[in-house]
């Protein structure tokens, strides 16, 4: 029962005592009335009764578009928002198919398991009305063997996921010819998650998928559907390499929303500046006192468990309350996830604190408020997020809670940059070398390649394919490659990594029990020996690193009171220039390198106020990859002016480098993890002083391309906001960077400010 109604909420909270000016910014969001849509022709009758059945009597416009641009034969991309009915955009046509012609076949395919495990709800839900019960069942690395070979057969909608599809259908592809070969739809669904590696991987699996389809005579449909971006048919055309029709007029209702952004930090006056996990566990304490059901998305499993934790403190003298919350994050058991979705969904729980699980479309019930503590990372994660507030026509809250990081600061200062701004585009690489030389070897394994698969590969199949022979990887027989190995290359591609086989966390107290994976190309900076790593919330203290054994030890660690944080040295290397702009004072570059990183210490940090405690040395080897950046030269010219000035051209070169960074994810659907950057006063290779951004995996993946597209634009933004930002030297909020391997030094604020001013000519 609400006792509070949401738009009064935030004046409640502003009367409070420890209320200090934290709302920076409040965006009344109208309600938007539905609009209905027809299909071109009738729903044969019995499927027209069993969606009646579920309570729908009439379609969203964008339904009905989707609906008879699949009847069409069409592929389809539907990018609408949040909760507005996307899963029926495919069902419709899926068990219209069947109706048809019984032995069709459909593959929706999911990035979470849980999410697979969702959607049985509403299958469940449409089947019971049809004459004949539809055959479905999820197929993922927990379906008992016997309930696999019957799905195999029989099924006529199979749900899984992405790794399941590369590593255990389609090398065994023979055993799957009658789904293949009367495979009629292929749903790929909350496509915005398809992007960077994940995604690039997924577009080879696609086309593996359709490269067999075709082998056993079948075209399958491609059904896409997704959160809001800003490439929407670009995005699926690289995900299945086909034309898609695109639908992006939303047509479903929602209520209105009040939308507060909340920061806790002052750079005015740091010293009262709050923390926002403190913030972010006050706001969830009122809420659940008003017994708004909510949803508090944060970044960490560590941040759910400890905010779960404080909010329980606060509500210790009212436990009845205190138990309507739950945290909810990978590293449960299924078992577990499901319990509490169904309490969530039940209205038993009125509030949970979770990672991104939760972000994607696993029904929860009617929530009214959803905080976001810390800027997910995109836009369209934003409105994703807080879509998950508000059904229908239901009054919604949603809260960003910023962190004391620049592109947190900078949506503080600049609400249009969340409001007014479209979303990001989804950049994707499938002709990413690395990647591409891998799935070649699984089609290979799958079936013999040959040069008309450049329909689906694309050009870079022939050097690909060179490069693989020479290396005795493929071997020519007649006019086709064939993989000569008896092993299974499917098994040593990891869809979620660019890197090989991920490094497997052990516990040394207990028989090397795995306690979980870690991607090889991040394991040097998360778990070096000494090291404090948290696992299902609990601290764990590295022991141990062997690369090149694929291992990591660790035993608990039960009184840490800091966080390791670890420091590395970088070098990169021009290997080709691709392209080039001359700009109004320096040259711009576009180009492969190659980059060497090595963690070379760390240091220890306190838990809450984040000071130095000490610093410990290490002697890990480096590591290197090819990728793509772009780089600016900082003529002499340039150089003078800012010496001229007292100002240190190294510590502005670095600021610069860092502000650019930090605020490129605005405009590629990216982390802040995903790039990285260095500044040299002179580089090696050119002699001149220059900034290099680099997409941080190997390949890369566009991150680099789009900067250099929209140099500019970056530019303008990043002295915008390091010039807006009241501190005086440079802080967390503007130039600092809390992956900066040279602990953040040298820095000079007005240096980067002056540098960008001529720049900017």
Sequence with gaps: MVNVPIARFLAEVQAQPDYAGQIAHVRELPPQEATFGELDRPLPLALEQAVRQTGIERLYSHQAEAINASRRREHVMLATGTASGKTLCYNIPVFEALLTDPMSRALYLFPTKALAQDQLRALGQLSTGMPEP???????????VPTRSRLRRQAGVLLTNPDMLSMGILPNHASWTTFLRH???????????????????????LRRLRRLCRRYGAEPQFIFCSATIANPDEHAERLCGAPVTVVDRDGAPHGPRQFALWNPISPDDPAHSHRPNTDATMLLTALLREELPTIAFVRARRVAELILRYVREELRREPELAARISAYRAGYLPEQRREIERRLFSGELLAVVSTTALELGIDVGDIAAAL?????????????????????????????????DPLDQYLMRHPEALFGRAPEHALTDPANPYLLRDHLLCAAYEWPLSNDDANLFGPALGPAVAALAREGELE????????????????????????????????????????????????????????????????????????QGGLALARPETDAPYYTQPQEIGELDIIRSQ??????????????????????????????????????????????????????????????????????????????????????????????????????????????????????????????????????????????????CPCEAGCPSCI??????????????????????????
């Design 736 to 761: 600092h960077s809390p992956k900066c391997g040279n602990g953040n030094e040298p820095l000079d604020k007005r240096a980067a400010i002056r540098l960008f001013e001529l720049l900017l000519g």
């Design 134 to 144: 539809v055959r479905y069942g999820a197929y993922d690395g927990d379906t008992p």
């Design 579 to 724: 392209q080039m702009r001359e700009m109004h004072t320096c040259t711009l570059y576009l180009g492969q390198v190659r980059v060497t990183n090595q963690v070379i210490g760390y240091e220890r940090r306190h838990l809450y106020d984040s000071s130095v405690l000490g610093r410990e040395p290490l002697d890990l080897p480096p590591t290197s990859f090819e990728t793509q950046a772009l780089w600016f030269d900082v003529p002499a010219e340039m150089q003078r002016v800012v010496t001229a000035e007292s100002l240190d051209v190294p510590g502005g070169l670095h600021a610069v480098e860092h502000a650019c960074i930090a605020l490129l994810p605005l405009l590629a659907m990216c982390d802040r993890n995903d790039i990285g950057g260095l500044s040299t006063e002179r580089h090696h290779d050119t002699g001149l002083a220059q900034v290099f951004i680099y997409d941080g995996h190997p390949g890369g993946v566009g991150l680099a391309e789009k900067g250099f597209a929209l140099i500019e634009q970056l530019w303008e933004m990043a002295i915008r906001h390091v010039q807006e």
């Design 183 to 205: 495979l009629r739809f292929v749903v790929v669904d909350e496509a915005h998650t398809y992007r960077g590696i994940f995604g690039s991987h997924v577009a080879l699996v």
């Design 372 to 404: 976001l503590v810390g800027y997910p990372g995109t836009i369209a994660s934003v409105w994703q997020q807080a879509g998950r507030a508000g059904r229908g026509r239901a009054p919604a809250l949603s809260v960003l809670i910023a962190q004391d």
């Design 476 to 547: 020519l027989r007649e006019d086709r490659w064939v993989y000569p190995y008896d092993d299974y290359p499917a098994e040593r591609v990891n869809l979620r990594s660019s890197e090989g086989p991920p490094i497997v966390l052990a516990d040394e107290t207990n028989a090397l029990a795995p306690l979980e994976e870690i991607d090889a190309a991040t394991a040097p900076l998360r778990v070096y020996p000494g090291a404090i790593y948290y696992h299902q919330g609990d601290a764990w203290r590295i022991t141990r690193l062997d690369l």
